[in-house]
């Protein structure tokens, strides 16, 4: 288990979220070549601090997007649907 920050899309809030880390087979252009991306999976539906609504439920994994370093943005980890 690990702890994940997660931004509340709907506040910005950053919250703190218990996930487990699981790999994801993706569609890869070189057939040998197989590619997993690692995602997350929150073990318990999570509500935002501050604000209350809901953020992370159990059965949605979460894909973390790095928005880069070097500009005022944080990394970002959006939920996929
Ligand atoms: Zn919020």
Redesign the pocket.
Known sequence: MRILKMR?K????W?RVPVNKVLVEQDSPEPKVKVFIPMYLPLQASK??????V?AQPKELIKIVKSGFGNSQRDEMLIEF
């Open positions: 509340c709907f506040c910005g809030y919250n935002c601090e501050k604000c209350g609504e953020i």
